[in-house]
């Protein structure tokens, strides 16, 4: 094992067997006792590791059977090649939203190309697949582009998906970025997606919209880290 923290480096083993399928979902792990006499460490250090990967969505505890390694069916979220201006199908899952005028935090603003301050109108979503949260997302739009129009509240209009609710203000999207990052779940993550309390870490795509350059929204996307797949494919020309 390598060098750290005892709890650390008995996470770490298990991590590495878990990973690469030398432990297969729903193996069960050696009991508390077990682990102690194996690594010749106390029951607090034990009791640590296993904390870390109950966070890392890699073991589940049972009531009264044990640990065991978690059969993990990862959700799989495509790279788009391209957006449509017509409204998306909704997807089939629940979800959880609702819709504020804030201010344009300074990171929002720059995002966004306007300044810090500015009116906003930000979306909050949650998504859940039987009963689970399986990703949040916050939006921020503009209110300089949609304030007073028919689409100023993204979920309450004839049209939904930024794309065809800003076509139908006359401002036509033309190009979308997303930027991909790995980081520590933030204490509200933890809690809107039932993420252990430490330990735990999120895929955070942050997605904008632009129409002639100009940003028109903001958002980011904010997965479990142990929960997704992302796929990506490119044309070689």
């Given at each position: 094992?390598?060098?750290?923290?005892?709890?650390?480096?008995?996470?770490?083993?298990?991590?590495?067997?878990?990973?690469?399928?030398?432990l297969?979902?729903?193996?069960?792990?050696p009991?508390?006792?077990?682990?102690?006499q194996r690594?010749?460490?106390?029951?607090?250090?034990?009791?640590?590791?296993?904390?870390?990967?109950?966070?890392?969505?890699?073991v589940?505890?049972?009531?009264g059977?044990?640990?065991?390694?978690?059969?993990?069916?990862?959700?799989?979220r495509?790279?788009?090649?391209?957006?449509?201006?017509?409204?998306?199908?909704r997807?089939?899952t629940?979800?959880?939203?609702?819709?504020?005028?804030?201010?344009?935090?300074p990171?929002?603003?720059?995002?966004?190309?306007?300044a810090?301050?500015?009116?906003?109108m930000r979306?909050q979503?949650?998504?859940?697949?039987?009963?689970?949260?399986?990703?949040?997302a916050?939006s921020w739009?503009?209110?300089?582009?949609?304030?007073?129009?028919?689409?100023e509240?993204?979920?309450?209009?004839?049209?939904?998906?930024?794309?065809?609710?800003?076509?139908?203000?006359?401002?036509?999207?033309?190009?979308?970025?997303?930027a991909l990052?790995?980081r520590?779940?933030?204490?509200?993550e933890k809690g809107?997606l039932?993420?252990?309390?430490?330990?735990?870490?999120?895929?955070?795509?942050?997605?904008?919209?632009?129409?002639q350059?100009?940003?028109?929204?903001?958002?980011?996307?904010?997965?479990?880290?142990?929960?997704y797949?992302?796929?990506y494919a490119?044309?070689?020309?």
């Amino acid at each position: 094992m390598a060098d750290g923290p005892f709890y650390q480096r008995i996470a770490d083993d298990f991590r590495d067997q878990i990973l690469d399928g030398t432990l297969p979902g729903e193996t069960k792990l050696p009991s508390e006792k077990e682990l102690e006499q194996r690594y010749g460490v106390s029951r607090i250090v034990v009791k640590h590791a296993l904390d870390v990967l109950k966070a890392e969505g890699l073991v589940i505890g049972r009531q009264g059977k044990g640990v065991y390694i978690r059969k993990i069916d990862r959700l799989v979220r495509e790279s788009p090649t391209e957006y449509s201006r017509t409204p998306p199908p909704r997807p089939p899952t629940e979800r959880e939203y609702a819709s504020n005028r804030d201010e344009a935090r300074p990171a929002v603003a720059e995002r966004l190309g306007i300044a810090p301050g500015d009116p906003v109108m930000r979306t909050q979503y949650r998504y859940l697949a039987a009963g689970e949260p399986i990703q949040i997302a916050t939006s921020w739009e503009p209110l300089a582009i949609t304030g007073g129009t028919a689409v100023e509240r993204p979920e309450e209009s004839a049209v939904t998906g930024v794309t065809a609710r800003m076509e139908a203000i006359g401002v036509r999207v033309d190009r979308v970025g997303e930027a991909l990052t790995c980081r520590p779940a933030t204490n509200r993550e933890k809690g809107l997606l039932s993420l252990g309390s430490t330990g735990a870490y999120v895929v955070l795509i942050e997605r904008t919209h632009y129409a002639q350059d100009q940003p028109v929204e903001t958002c980011d996307l904010v997965y479990p880290g142990h929960r997704y797949e992302f796929r990506y494919a490119f044309t070689v020309t």
